[in-house]
């Protein structure tokens, strides 16, 4: 299972009004394709005041390629999330959970973490295990979340040296992890 990490360094609320588009192709990058979703792919949204979007492909509905319906799945989820202190996640449509939560539980079960870094290793010269995170920082990530995934033992790996949308990213490492499991059957 991929599991894709964005940690926006802006709050939700910053989100859908001035870095929606960001948010948008990062949700479409992580969890769509020509012809459906991505089932092997989690993707969760992480912002600044510690609300949580976590989307799950098998039980997702309603996601569409298009910004406004995407927007009103994010809204409702957002606008869930910071209504209340939330015990756990809540699913807010069908497929999209919202909750509040630490940058670190996240971290947490077990899976092999990478995070982009420009300082990293190729991604072409890694194996890339079965099953995985890889967390993007947008705009980058801050000291104290280096600090957290190397307590996790997280590796630095580089995707591109000229992109940093996480959009773009995904769909890089989506690609070249796509042709290595087909050249590997």
Not at 4 to 19: R, Y
Not at 42 to 68: G, V
Not at 129 to 139: A, N, T
């Amino acid at each position: 299972m991929r599991e894709f990490i964005v940690k926006f360094n802006f709050s939700s609320d910053e989100a859908l009004k001035n870095f929606f588009p960001t948010v948008s192709s990062s949700i479409s990058a992580a969890l769509l394709i020509s012809h459906g979703l991505r089932f092997d792919t989690k993707l969760t949204l992480f912002f600044s005041d510690q609300i949580f979007l976590r989307f799950e492909p098998r039980r997702l509905r309603y996601l569409r390629p298009d910004e406004q319906s995407t927007f009103g799945i994010v809204k409702r989820a957002i606008l869930i999330a910071s209504r209340r202190d939330l015990p756990r996640a809540k699913e807010s449509t069908p497929g999209v959970f919202a909750g509040k939560g630490s940058f670190a539980d996240f971290l947490k079960g077990g899976l092999k973490i990478m995070y982009y870094d420009l300082k990293g290793a190729d991604l072409r010269s890694i194996l890339i295990p079965r099953d995985f995170k890889l967390v993007i920082g947008y705009p980058s990530l801050l000291d104290e979340d280096l600090s957290l995934l190397s307590k996790y033992g997280a590796k630095p790996v580089r995707i591109s040296v000229s992109y940093r949308n996480p959009a773009s990213l995904i769909v890089l490492f989506n690609n070249y992890y796509d042709r290595t499991l087909l050249e590997k059957r």
